[in-house]
């Protein structure tokens, strides 16, 4: 078990370098000049110049490499070009609220796939399974962005029941908090939840085929009781672990529903700044998001393995 | 006296040996016997036809615009009404097939092309090789992927052909990993064993043994890819760099209309609707084909 | 003494009111998110508006670009013109307590021209040095009579930060800005939003009605409109042209529409890089000319801007004093369009339209695109990123682009930079003596009359070659509750907050 963990571990460093190689790339190798970009409405030659000279724009890539890397080593993930700002702030300040969207998401993704699920697998073949589906699928075959802005129109706008955009921290005010992040983590959750009822269907066709569920059914259980009390238990554990997994889908899909909604999270903070060549920023979020996501991955593979006793010998 | 009529029955026949259908076939048969599959399948081949015969069935021209039909509601002369610009929402919706099902299917092809290729390399050859191919994947997959399509697309340039190139780029490791898991798994097989110790070339061994067997997961991770990309196409529109005006793609239609939902909403309702019902079916069809294809699934 | 509990309730409920009416919040939506808030490094059109409440500057403009009096009271030019001197104003204080003084006054200048990175060198370079005469009394000399210079200083480079806290932070100075204007810095979450309290010292307090006021940038226009509908923000700047007809119809907001002083229009490349010389339209002055003929502006403002925009064809509005009225707006004339490609030996010229990917550029190539074509244009429309394509236009690798200028209030802020020799916004490569020559005439003579005949005689030349064409003015659109009083419709497009009441 210890040695599993450790050889992950190790695999972990080749991957982490490849990361930080393939995002720098593809920041720098991004078209246009980003001393230009960033110059704004006042491009005067001393302000290029000055542009240039500090993100070290006319030294060779590598070089440039090297001077990212040293630096994150060391802590320091350089600084936003727009804004001054150090991006080790920017990422600390942000870090909360993308956390605490992507577990409202996580939430209302369960909340839907679960019960989809075991309908659908329950009801294989018949009209309920197309309904089940169909509905965990609505989420995954609409843009977020376009499904986001009619859900704003709708109960900002004409009812008026949430805020259209905006955060409130939970410390603040746990209750204008909920109100704002309520849209955006659906929209998100919405997403995912049909590749987790998907899991929970198969799941659950396993487990209601399995030996024990037919020697409940012998015993004269009712339906009821050996599908919710007994198939569920076992179908649960992959789904729960998958769903940990898809944190990292999350993260992708934050990127357009925080632009839309305006939740000042880490999707929003690396739009803005592939557009504007915010190098560092982009680079230093990336870095922590995928460092995140591969440690993630490290922990629910554990957790499967531990969790799942036909794989523990 | 005994008179056993083994011999002489004119009624017996020899049992005749029926042949056991190939596991296509038997596929195909589950598929049909699958309702959600088969709706599936049904409307993207009526995409298809769709895209296919634009220039027969759309009543206007899609980009011709008219200064004085500007953001009308749906009437008798145009069914789906007008944009921002006076062109019918209907014909861009129908010629709009053509640009979303291009970039489902092309993207997807692009990444079946690069992920097999390389998830082959990486099977086969093993080795540093795969070590190598196996991290720079892991890093592929750890980077969001909308992130890594947005930076693809911006420096390739905004258009249809390069948002498809970045997104098939972009959701090529999926299918790495999975050609190189079926490649593992097969490649101990005792029919490939035997191909090798005959002699086989290397090549043709993974072409004509290993190549047939991962098809059938492929195929159903290929037509849920294509339901991902027509949505990654909508996104990358949504961010101006998708298909450029005035060649209508649903998701460039969806980005100029979000600006007018109060005022016109026909715009956004129905290439909303479209990319629905499309990348649906394609979810459907993929799922049918899952359950169809994969022994596992009862 | 005994309290009764009635007289303890009036007595704190006596003690909340003053609390409760003062606590007044003003949250202004943004179309973008501020760069720096330092003004000398600061280089975004929407930071200027968070400016507005947190540093005030030398001198204001008013509805009618009138230089009025804000930080200095009065100013005098010396005999040559080459000396400007300030009166400041007595007792002002910076949000830290230090004096807003002379010294204060040179130590800012200084700093615009000499910090490295400073985006307001360009701007104070005719500036040779500063003179402190007394306490509130200041001697700018110049090198050579700089008309636009007062402009200037109604701007970013006239904004005054406090001198001890410049020392101390250095660059990280927009971390935590300090300045002398009716707001103080709070904090600043990225992208989220900017907060700035009421500064009790200031000069003009009676003027100042909110405790707070906060700046929140959202990018979308049908979500920024959302968040004022639902009552989030009490103000919104640009709003969409094609909201105009909702927001007019919902009575519990107004708007204002002040046509900007900037333009929206198309550059040529006349000479900038030898492509210029590749395609008709780049070669030939009379292909620019039928170029421009087959336009209909007022059909582009129609289509483009849902008729939110005025049709210009100059750097300056029609109705600004600098207008040339020698070069009016012109018709569309196809007929004179054709016969004009038919002379130049090209009926069928085909060149490429570059334009970012900012929806209202889109609109306006494509409505282009569709109008030059009846004359005969067979132009292509190349979509780039924003960014992309300022790198192309300052490589010169661009036939024409689509580009607009937010505008300064001096007519020479629109124009010096752009068709200059060698300036650094001149995409279009034009480069030609005796316009240049004019152009220092514009700057350096001080009398009105006299600047504007030197524009005469610009926009007479430009006439004739077209390195840009002009297309039109927008409309700046704001929108707010009706509960908001005292709005200034300034045509910078910035909104000032002192005056402002929320009901």
């Not at chain 2, 959600?36 to 634009?54: C, D, E, H, Q």
């Not at chain 3, 009635?6 to 009111?17: G, Q």
């Not at chain 3, 514009?442 to 390195?467: C, F, H, T, V, W």
Request: glycine share 6%; aromatic share 8%.
């Amino acid at each position: 078990m210890f040695t599993f963990f450790v050889r992950r571990l190790v695999t972990l460093i080749p991957t982490l370098v490849f990361v930080s190689m393939l995002i720098f790339s593809l920041q720098q190798l991004l078209p246009g000049d980003p001393a230009l970009v960033l110059a704004g409405e006042d491009p005067s030659p001393e302000a290029i110049a000055h542009i240039r000279a500090k993100l070290h724009l006319d030294d060779p890539l590598p070089v440039r490499y090297g001077y990212w890397i040293a630096g994150v080593l060391q802590g320091d993930l350089g600084e936003s070009a727009r804004t001054h700002q150090p991006v080790l702030d920017l990422i600390l300040q942000k870090l909360p609220v993308t956390i605490e969207l992507a577990l409202l998401a996580l939430l209302i993704a369960l909340v839907i796939s679960i019960p989809a699920g075991i309908v659908s697998a329950v009801y294989k073949g018949g009209a309920l399974d197309t309904g089940a589906t169909v509905f965990a699928l609505t989420g995954l075959s609409t843009p977020n962005f376009w499904l986001g802005i009619m859900l704003i129109l709708l109960f900002s706008v004409e009812l008026g029941w949430l805020p259209a955009s905006g955060y409130v921290s939970p410390f603040e005010n746990l209750r204008a908090n909920l109100a704002s992040m309520i849209m955006p983590a659906f929209v998100l959750g919405n997403a995912i939840a049909a590749s987790l009822m998907r899991h929970m269907r198969s799941s659950m066709l396993q487990e209601l085929g399995a030996d024990y569920v037919r020697t409940a059914r012998a015993k004269g259980l009712s339906e009821r009781v050996v599908v919710l009390k007994h198939a569920l238990r076992n179908a649960l554990t992959p789904v729960i672990t998958l769903g940990a997994l898809e944190l990292g889908t999350l993260l992708s899909g934050a990127v357009l529903t925080e632009q839309v909604f305006t939740i000042p999270g880490f999707g929003k903070l690396i739009i803005d700044a592939v557009f504007n060549r915010d190098y560092a920023v982009v680079q230093g979020v990336v870095l922590v998001t995928a460092t995140t996501y591969i440690m993630l991955n490290l922990f629910a593979d554990m957790a499967y393995f531990m969790l799942n006793p036909r794989l523990r010998k | 006296m005994m008179n056993h009529a083994t011999t002489s029955n004119p009624t017996l026949t020899p049992p005749t040996l029926k042949k056991e259908p190939g596991p296509w076939l038997r596929a195909w048969r589950k598929l049909r016997r699958n309702r959600k599959g088969m709706f599936g399948l049904y409307v993207v081949l009526l995409f298809i036809a769709m895209a296919i015969f634009a220039p027969l069935i759309s009543p206007f021209d899609p980009i011709e615009a008219s200064w004085s039909a500007i953001r009308k509601a749906p009437t008798g002369t145009h069914w789906f009404g007008t944009d921002e610009l006076g062109r019918d929402v209907l014909a861009r919706v129908i010629w709009g097939a053509r640009a979303s099902l291009l970039a489902g299917v092309v993207s997807v092809a692009i990444s079946l092309l690069t992920g097999v290729t390389i998830g082959m390399l990486a099977g086969f050859l093993g080795g540093t090789v795969d070590s190598l191919i196996s991290r720079a994947t892991d890093a592929f997959l750890a980077c969001p992927f909308l992130i890594l399509a947005i930076a693809l697309a911006a420096f390739l340039g905004p258009s249809l052909t390069n948002a498809m190139i970045a997104i098939g780029v972009s959701a090529s490791p999926i299918f790495v990993r999975l050609t190189r898991a079926q490649v593992l798994q097969i490649k101990v097989e005792d029919y490939v064993e035997a191909a090798r110790a005959v002699g086989c070339h290397p090549f043709r061994i993974a072409v004509s043994h290993i190549l047939p067997n991962v098809t059938a997961p492929l195929i159903v991770q290929a037509s849920l890819a294509i339901a991902s990309a027509v949505i990654a196409e909508a996104s990358l529109s949504f961010l101006g760099l998708g298909q450029q005006p005035p060649d209508p793609s649903w998701g460039s239609m969806l980005n100029t209309a979000k600006n007018f939902m109060d005022t016109a909403p026909w715009m956004a309702v129905w290439p909303g609707l479209a990319i629905f019902v499309l990348v649906l079916s394609f979810n459907l069809l993929g799922d049918g084909l899952r359950d169809a294809l994969d022994p596992k699934h009862r | 003494m005994k309290l009764s509990y009635r007289t303890l309730l009036a007595a704190s409920l006596i003690a909340c009111l003053p609390f409760l009416a003062s606590a007044q919040t003003l949250r202004i939506g943004l179309a973008e998110d501020p760069d720096m808030l330092d003004p000398t490094l600061a280089r975004s059109f929407v930071g200027r508006l968070v400016f507005m409440s947190l540093c005030d500057k030398l001198f204001d403009i008013d509805e009618k670009l009138n230089i009025v009096p804000q930080l200095a009271t009065g100013y005098e030019w010396s005999a040559d013109s080459k000396a400007l001197t300030l009166k400041l104003r007595e007792g002002v204080t910076f949000h830290d307590g230090e004096k807003m003084d002379a010294e204060a006054v040179k130590y800012n200048l200084e700093r615009h021209k000499t910090l490295k990175g400073s985006s307001r060198s360009g701007e104070v370079r005719p500036i040779t040095s500063i003179d402190v005469v007394d306490a509130n009394t200041v001697r700018l000399n110049l090198n050579t009579p700089f008309a636009p210079l007062l402009a200037v200083l109604a701007d970013r480079a006239g904004m005054m930060v406090s001198p001890k806290a410049a020392e101390a932070l250095g660059e990280k100075f927009s971390n935590s800005p300090v300045c002398s204007g009716p707001f103080k810095f709070v904090d600043r979450v990225a992208q989220d939003r900017i907060t700035l309290e009421r500064f009790g010292a200031y000069w003009n307090k009676d003027a100042v009605h909110f405790d707070k006021v906060v700046y929140t940038p959202i990018t979308d226009a049908t979500v920024r409109l959302a968040n004022l509908r639902s009552g989030q923000f009490d103000f919104i700047e640009r709003a969409a042209s094609s909201d105009i007809a909702s927001i007019q119809k919902d009575a519990r907001l107004k708007f204002s529409k002040i046509t900007e002083i900037g333009y929206q229009g198309i550059t040529i490349n006349t000479g900038k890089t030898e492509r210029a010389q590749s395609q008709p339209l780049g070669q030939l002055a009379k292909v620019r000319e039928a170029f421009e003929l087959s336009l209909d502006r007022a059909g582009i403002v129609q289509v483009a801007m849902d008729g939110q925009a005025t049709p210009g064809n100059q750097w300056v509005a029609p109705n600004n004093s600098y207008y040339s009225k020698n070069v009016p707006v012109p018709k569309r004339d196809l007929v004179r369009a054709r016969a004009l490609l038919k002379e130049a030996g090209i009926t069928n010229p085909t060149f490429t339209l570059m334009t970012p990917t900012t929806s209202d550029s889109q609109k306006i190539a494509q409505v282009v695109q569709a109008m030059a074509k009846e004359a005969g244009f067979n132009i292509k429309i190349q979509s780039t990123e924003f960014a992309t394509s300022l790198s192309l236009a300052d490589k010169g690798d661009f036939d024409a682009y689509v580009l607009g200028w937010s505008g300064r209030a001096d007519p020479d802020g629109n124009i010096y930079n752009f068709i200059g020799c060698k300036q650094p916004s001149n995409y279009s490569g034009y480069c030609v003596p005796e316009v240049d020559a004019l152009l220092n005439d514009s700057r350096s003579k001080l009398q009105p009359a006299e600047r504007l005949a030197a524009y005469q005689g610009i926009a007479a030349q430009m006439n004739k070659d077209r390195p840009l064409v002009y297309l039109y003015h927008r409309d700046w659109l704001w929108a707010y509750t009706n509960k908001l009083s005292g709005i200034r419709e300034i045509p910078d497009g910035l909104l000032r907050v002192t005056g402002l009441k929320l009901n």
